[in-house]
C-alpha cells in the first residue's frame, strides 16, 4: 500500500484546512485509516481514524469537535477536515493504514504516507 497526503499549508489561527490521503496498490474496504501529526521535536502523536467502511471513528481529546476524518472506499481517499485550527496544531501529518485495528501507537500502524506540513500563524 502506498499513501500519498496533501493539503498542507500556512494558515492563520481560527482557519480552516482540508488534508488528503491517496492510497494505491492493494487496498480494500477492510482497511483502517488514520492521521497521525509530529511537532518539532515531539513524537509522532495520533490524531483520528476512521474504521474499515467508515462505519466508526475516533479522534484524540485534542482534536475532538474541531478535526473530522472521513473515507471515500470508492475512490481510495481518506481525508481530514480540520476547522478552528491553533498554532499548536503545527506539525507534520501523516496518513497511514493497516489491514485491521492496531490501537492509537503510531508503531503498530504498517503503512505511512510521505507527510505534509501543516503551519498555524497566531
Given at each position: 500500500v502506498q499513501l500519498q497526503a496533501s493539503g498542507g499549508g500556512?494558515?492563520?489561527a481560527g482557519d480552516s484546512l482540508?488534508?488528503?490521503?491517496?492510497?494505491?496498490?492493494?487496498?480494500?474496504?477492510s482497511t483502517f485509516w488514520g492521521w497521525f501529526r509530529q511537532a518539532p521535536?515531539?513524537?509522532r502523536e495520533f490524531v483520528?481514524?476512521?474504521?474499515?467502511?467508515?462505519?466508526?471513528?475516533?479522534?484524540?481529546?485534542?482534536?475532538?469537535?474541531?478535526?473530522?476524518?472521513?473515507?471515500?472506499?470508492?475512490k481510495n481517499m481518506v481525508y481530514l477536515q480540520?476547522?478552528?485550527?491553533?498554532?499548536e496544531d503545527t506539525a507534520v501529518y501523516y496518513c497511514a493504514a493497516a489491514s485491521y485495528y492496531v490501537g492509537l501507537s503510531a508503531s503498530d500502524w504498517r503503512?505511512?504516507?510521505?507527510?505534509?506540513?501543516?503551519?498555524?500563524?497566531?
Open positions: 500556512l494558515v492563520q482540508t488534508l488528503s490521503c491517496a492510497a494505491s496498490g492493494r487496498t480494500s474496504s521535536g515531539k513524537e483520528a481514524y476512521t474504521s474499515n467502511r467508515g462505519s466508526s471513528t475516533y479522534h484524540a481529546d485534542s482534536v475532538k469537535g474541531r478535526f473530522t476524518i472521513s473515507r471515500d472506499n470508492a480540520m476547522n478552528s485550527l491553533k498554532p503503512y505511512w504516507g510521505q507527510g505534509t506540513l501543516v503551519t498555524v500563524s497566531s
